[in-house]
């Protein structure tokens, strides 16, 4: 079995940082992708940003240059640093890899369950 749970939402001020984490648990032998997706309510489920396992990272047009995406292999840990965060950016922030439990099978995407994120003017 393999768990994703984010960490690190909050409440904050138009203007102000958050810093999301997100731990992948469990029988993982290695991890590819991993990445950050967000949903506001009523909308659709919209990439963050995205990570290799090499580190060459993606991000979507509205976060870019306001986020930046890392990672520690070791940990099966990924973040998300964002700052100058907006109302907009409100949204439940969703936590995703792409894991192999085993060196026999392929890799497998797993989410987590979310971390609510809330930008106030």
């Known amino acids: 079995q393999v768990q994703l749970v984010e960490s690190g939402g909050g409440s904050v001020q138009a203007g102000g940082s958050l810093r999301l984490s997100c731990v992948a648990s469990g029988s993982i032998v290695s991890s590819n992708d991993m990445g950050w997706y967000r949903q506001a309510p009523g909308k659709q489920r919209d990439l963050v940003a995205t990570i290799t396992r090499t580190g060459r990272t993606h991000y979507s047009d509205s976060m870019q240059g306001r986020s930046t995406i890392s990672r520690d292999n070791a940990k099966n840990t990924v973040y998300l640093q964002m700052t100058a965060l907006e109302p907009e950016d409100t949204a439940v922030y969703y936590c995703?890899?792409?894991?192999?439990?085993?060196?026999?099978?392929?890799?497998?995407?797993?989410w987590g369950q979310g971390t609510q994120v809330t930008v106030s003017s």
């Open positions: 995703t890899a792409d894991v192999r439990r085993s060196p026999l099978r392929p890799y497998a995407n797993y």
